[in-house]
């Protein structure tokens, strides 16, 4: 069973505030991606990162800024929130061995903001 | 790019089966699969590398064409359990890490 771990399940949390979602996993895995999807709707990857120090942006543009100081975590933050940032943030790990490599998802965290 | 996958919803009787596809525009290096149900994470069914292979676990099966730039996801005889919405996640030829998913299709298996 896949060990990735996302805090806080839920959050509301009033416009205007900084938020960081946390993402742990102890796995081992170089890989780890950050998903936002919104109930119902498709993932979009909005970052991702090969190891330590290394970030990339993904497909779909975000106000958000991520980190990658240890392998096993892999921190979201927003440093205003909107409500426009209300959605569900899923982050996922996988192994550094290529494409052939399944994703392991947390279980989300669930962002309001008011 | 996004993949694309049709149909955006089937709904059956269980014992029926159904198929969704998945394509690209682009050339493939990698297609998976997942299954989400509501409220809950993804979770992952099957990888297919190029080459045109075809997956199983137990009465869900998957097809590759690399040439069509295409795969095919087939749920034979379905259970209530299959009900959920399924996504493919594509790697482009360049094997840049990224994954990329489609837009979802939504299966309700009805008893």
């Known amino acids: 069973e896949a060990d990735i771990y996302q805090t806080p399940r839920y959050l509301v949390i009033g416009t205007g505030k900084k938020i960081t979602l946390e993402c742990s996993q102890t796995?081992?895995?170089?890989?780890m991606y950050w998903y936002q999807q919104d109930p119902g709707m498709e993932l979009h990857l909005i970052h991702y990162?090969?190891?330590?120090?290394?970030?990339e942006k993904g497909d779909l543009s975000s106000e958000s800024t991520v980190s990658r100081i240890r392998t096993e975590h892999f921190p979201l933050t927003l440093e205003s929130a909107r409500p426009s940032h209300t959605s569900q943030y899923l982050c996922?790990?996988?192994?550094?061995?290529?494409?052939?490599?399944?994703?392991?998802f947390g279980n989300g965290t669930r962002l309001t903001v008011t | 790019q996004q993949p694309v996958q049709s149909p955006q919803a089937v709904i059956l009787r269980e014992g029926e089966d159904a198929v969704i596809n998945c394509s690209s525009s682009k050339a493939l290096y990698s297609v998976h699969w997942y299954r989400q149900k509501h409220g809950e994470a993804p979770v992952f069914l099957m990888i297919l590398l190029k080459g045109g292979e075809q997956k199983g676990h137990e009465k869900i099966s998957a097809s590759f064409n690399e040439k069509k730039q295409q795969s095919s996801l087939y749920l034979t005889a379905s259970q209530l359990s299959y009900s959920g919405t399924y996504f493919c996640g594509t790697h482009g030829s360049g094997n840049t890490g990224k994954l990329i998913f489609g837009q979802g299709t939504t299966l309700q298996v009805k008893p």
């Open positions: 996922a790990s996988s192994e550094m061995t290529g494409a052939d490599s399944p994703l392991h």
């Open positions: 796995m081992g895995h170089d890989k």
């Open positions: 990162s090969y190891g330590v120090n290394s970030t």
